[in-house]
């Protein structure tokens, strides 16, 4: 088996070549839209599966899709000649589904700050159920408090830290 680290190298250096050699060797007029994404190799290095874009209806990608089954010899002789492993990988072509999840989750995000400005408007027309402060109450805020409301035995403030025979102050 082969370091993963070396899979990913050689994963990255099979798109460039992949992408390269679709715009120079490939002359099929279905592959000129396509766009390659990612590519990923196996752990032995011997089956790289290649992503791709194609903008356009379900037509143009099913026409892409006939058209990189047929250079696909092209493809894969060219990953041969510019990479340096021992076999060269089969290639396999697979239909990158990110544009079509990026829509969906965009226009789920549309929803939810649809939903968050309505939320928003309702907030701002409300009003409290009860009072506007149900913490009011009769006494006064600010109550004054003299020396003759406390008694020498309710608060002892003279802490001169001597301690008795117990070890207790």
């Known amino acids: 088996m082969a370091d993963p680290a070396r899979a990913a190298k050689l994963a990255q250096?099979?798109?460039v070549v992949v992408a390269e050699a679709l715009g120079r060797k490939v002359k099929d007029p279905r592959l000129e839209g396509i766009t390659v994404t990612d590519a990923r190799v196996t752990n032995d290095l011997q089956h790289?599966?290649?992503y791709y874009t194609v903008f356009g209806d379900q037509a143009v990608q099913?026409?892409?899709a006939k058209g990189l089954e047929k250079a696909k010899g092209v493809l894969r002789q060219e990953v041969g000649r510019n990479i340096?492993?021992?076999?060269?990988p089969s290639l396999e072509?697979?239909?990158?589904q990110i544009p079509v999840v990026a829509s969906n989750l965009e226009e789920l995000l549309r929803?939810?700050?649809?939903?968050?400005?309505?939320v928003a408007a309702l907030a701002a027309q409300a009003k409290h159920a009860g009072d506007a402060d149900p913490y009011k109450s009769d006494?006064?805020?600010e109550v004054d408090i003299d020396e003759d409301d406390f008694d020498e035995e309710d608060l002892d403030?003279?802490?001169d830290g001597e301690l008795d025979e117990d070890g207790h102050k």
């Open 62 to 64: 099913a026409d892409a």
């Open 48 to 50: 790289a599966t290649v």
């Open 13 to 15: 250096r099979i798109k």
């Open 84 to 88: 340096t492993v021992r076999l060269t």
């Open 111 to 118: 929803e939810a700050k649809k939903r968050d400005a309505e």
């Open 157 to 159: 403030l003279s802490d």
């Open 139 to 141: 006494v006064a805020a």
């Open 93 to 96: 072509f697979v239909a990158d």
